[in-house]
Nanobody
Framework: QVQLVESGGGLVQPGGSLRLSCAAS????????MGWFRQGPGKEREFVAA????????EFRDSVKGRFAISRDNSKNTVYLQMNNLKPEDAAVYYC?????????????????WGQGTQVTVSS
């Protein structure tokens, strides 16, 4: 069973920054890529960003490009989501997830291992 543990959420003012972390309990649990998703109140879950463990390829949703960065530490089986210049519309529960699929765009793959989520609140 995939075990992913997210951390780093919290309350931040607009324009502020947060860094989320997602650690896989074992290397075998991390899949071939890890993604971040979010779900705001009354909204559907949406793709935010993802990174390939091996090649380091990344993909972002348009609304976060230039503000968010994703990185990985293979030795720690951990992926980070650095979020800068946060906006109220970024507020959501953020989830990390793993995919074992090796084809198609990172945003289009099936993610089948999920963390418990971490709350990000952006408010003055």
């Amino acid at each position: 069973q995939v075990q992913l543990v997210e951390s780093g959420g919290g309350l931040v003012q607009p324009g502020g920054s947060l860094r989320l972390s997602c650690a896989a309990s074992e290397r075998t649990f991390r899949g071939v890529a890890m993604g971040w998703f979010r779900q705001g109140p009354g909204k559907e879950r949406e793709f935010v960003a993802a990174i390939h463990w091996g090649m380091g390829d990344t993909e972002f949703r348009d609304s976060v490009k230039g503000r968010f960065a994703i990185s990985r530490d293979n030795s720690k089986n951990t992926v980070y989501l650095q979020m800068n210049n946060l906006k109220p519309e970024d507020a959501a529960v953020y989830y990390c997830a793993t995919t074992r699929q090796r084809t198609s765009a990172l945003s289009k793959r099936l993610y089948d291992g999920w963390g418990q989520g971490t709350q990000v609140t952006v408010s003055s």
